[in-house]
């Protein structure tokens, strides 16, 4: 976490509480599930070619 982000709170909970888990973060899901596709297809292509 940025130390500057976190100079602004006394706590790590304190900051959770604004600003809100970041698990809970609809755009980081987004981003994971897009890895997750992409690592697949990758998975896939290397299998297809021998790899």
Do not use: C, K, W
């Not at 706590?11 to 890895?35: K, S, Y």
């Amino acid at each position: 976490m940025n130390p500057f982000r976190q100079m602004v709170y006394d706590t790590e909970a304190e900051m959770e509480q604004v600003l809100g888990r970041i698990d809970d973060n609809a755009f980081i899901q987004e981003q994971q599930e897009a890895l997750s596709s992409f690592e697949g297809r990758m998975n896939h292509l290397l299998d297809s070619i021998g790899e």
